[in-house]
């Protein structure tokens, strides 16, 4: 028998070794294409809801929520078995963005049309709370690190609204640029980053002080933004421009342009920073971005229409 040190350092390297896998929403082929980031092989095809646009992965990592717009409901996914099982309300209208606490306790998914945030317990996968707002339009939510935050784009109000998940309350509605849609929050939690689709800019909200600071020139449609883990590079992918444009976050300056596949949406940075991953709806691609030189390095066919992506 094996000590118990030698046990545990070999459990801990297969821990390390373990592939992570990209989750991403095929929104025209109502399916999720589970991807090896390493090899960029498709390991499963999931099958989910009428026009999955978002998708999220729990911290703990044992299961996915993918927003099924045109369905109007939430696909859950077993990360082991890659069964999948729906939550459904008369209250979803257009289901769209959808972010975890970080204790893996809740999630928060937008409904588009229907005015209202949806507060789920993780755990049982049933609607706790259906919380009414008076903005149009709410797509994307993101959540602080210490889960008493949510921030929402409302892209139909131009405002980012900010809820304190201590009682559920929106305590400001802050204007931002018309159409912002694509919304990030710093690494240091001090500025969120919206993208503007329908005036091809990007605003910055500083938290603290809950107001629009500066507003900058991006690509003609910004439909994401996302940020490096060190803080120091934001990234838009641009829809009609097809490209994703690079900003330095301290100068507030775009300083590179990386063309990339048809119909840039999704985007996210690896957790070590040396990779990113877009999802092009057009051409039905994954484009690999070597983060150091700024260059793709790869790319993947995918399903019909890829647009919202996560990591696992």
Known sequence: ????????????????????????????????????????????????????????????????????????SVSVIDLKTYAEKKIASPDFAYPHGIAFTPDSRRAIVTSEQSKKIFLIDAATDQILRVIATDQE??????????????????????????????????????????????????????ELWVGERDVATVSIVDV???????????????????????????????????DVRIFDTASRRQVKSIPVCSGAGGILVAADGKSAYVTCQASNDLNVIDVASWTVTNKITLGRGPDGIAIK
């Open 1 to 72: 028998m094996k000590p118990l040190f030698v046990m545990f350092l070999m459990a801990a390297s297969a821990h390390a070794q373990a592939a992570q896998h990209l989750l991403v929403a095929n929104k025209n082929g109502n399916t999720l294409s589970v991807v090896n980031a390493k090899t960029l092989a498709i390991e499963h095809t999931v099958n989910v809801g009428d026009g999955p646009h978002e998708v999220a992965v729990i911290p703990n990592g044992t299961k996915a929520y993918v927003s099924n717009a045109a369905g109007n």
């Open 137 to 190: 339009g709410t797509h994307m939510v993101v959540i602080n690190k210490a889960g008493t935050w949510a921030y929402f784009s409302n892209r139909d109000s131009n405002t980012v609204s900010f809820m304190d998940l201590r009682d559920f309350r929106i305590v400001a509605n802050v204007p931002v640029g018309q159409g912002g849609e694509g919304i990030a929050l710093s690494p240091d939690e001090k």
């Open 208 to 242: 603290a002080k809950r107001q629009r600071v500066t507003t900058l020139p991006a690509g003609p449609s910004p439909v994401r933004v996302t940020f490096t883990p060190d803080g120091k590079h934001a990234l838009l992918p641009d829809r009609q421009a097809n």
